[in-house]
């Protein structure tokens, strides 16, 4: 628990003034390698992970999608191909560039915003779904960002939260090794930032895990809260629908 005026940057207890900046230099230097990090990392399980948290998001044709902590675009694009009109956010303009580009790559050209999760410029009730994949951990007051998605749903609009969570417990230690000796190296190597990753891993170990995260969007208004764990939870998708 941190103390108040405090977050966690990772294992580091940092000023909730701070962390947002401490963000903002990590994926600063590591959007240009982002993708294929991604990929390495996950053997490319995180596009699977993505397609299945559509699916649970249950997008249709003509929806109005936001999509907070966009990042290099790949939910926006998979959203997009579907029909729905989205939206992409980021608080970092150089991911937020990034993810632009790629969609536009694809011949998808989505409108998109840098802001604060917890601090959305949109008006109350103007999306039927929204949606943020790894981004949740990042955020600096979790609580103020699951607030205002719930804010600027319509009523019985859902939100889906793909995040990283806790590993079957028989898989911590070779999950840990992973993490913490085998990422970074990687890190350094392919994005020139050992660093990062370390607060990759870190990050993962400080947000909640599938039961916590689920009471955490409970509190902010959402009912019907379930999770699916996918990868023995190496990550969870989470959803919740705003029935106000």
């Not at 207890?13 to 990590?26: F, I, L, P, S």
């Not at 191909?81 to 990034?98: C, H, K, P, S, Y």
Request: hydrophobic share 45%; proline share 4%; charged share 25%.
């Amino acid at each position: 628990m941190s103390e108040p005026g405090t977050t966690h940057f990772g294992y580091r207890t940092v000023a909730e003034a701070d962390k947002a900046k401490a963000v903002r230099g990590v994926f600063d230097s590591v959007a240009g390698r982002y993708d294929l990090m991604n990929d390495l990392m996950s053997a490319g399980l995180h596009r699977a992970w993505k397609r299945f948290a559509v699916e649970v998001a249950r997008v249709r044709a003509g929806d109005r999608v936001l999509d907070v902590a966009s990042g290099s675009g790949d939910l926006a694009r998979l959203v997009a191909q579907r029909g729905a009109e989205v939206v992409m956010t980021d608080i970092n303009g150089a991911m937020l560039g990034r993810g632009r580009d790629r969609v536009a790559d694809a011949g998808l050209l989505l409108p998109a915003a840098q802001c604060d999760a917890e601090r959305l410029p949109f008006a109350s009730g103007a999306f039927d779904c929204v949606m943020i994949a790894f981004g949740l951990r990042n955020v600096t007051r979790k609580e103020a960002a699951l607030a205002e998605m719930r804010r600027v749903l319509k009523p019985g609009g859902r939100l889906v939260v793909l995040e990283f969570s806790r590993v079957w417990k028989p898989l911590e230690k070779p999950y840990d090794f992973y993490s913490f000796s085998v990422l970074p190296r990687l890190g350094a190597r392919i994005a020139g930032d050992a660093e990062a990753y370390r607060y990759l891993a870190e990050s993962i170990r400080m947000h909640p895990d599938q039961p916590g995260l689920g009471r955490m969007m409970e509190l902010a208004g959402f009912e019907d809260v379930e999770w699916f764990n996918l990868s023995a939870g190496v990550v969870a998708v989470h959803r919740g629908f705003n029935f106000a």
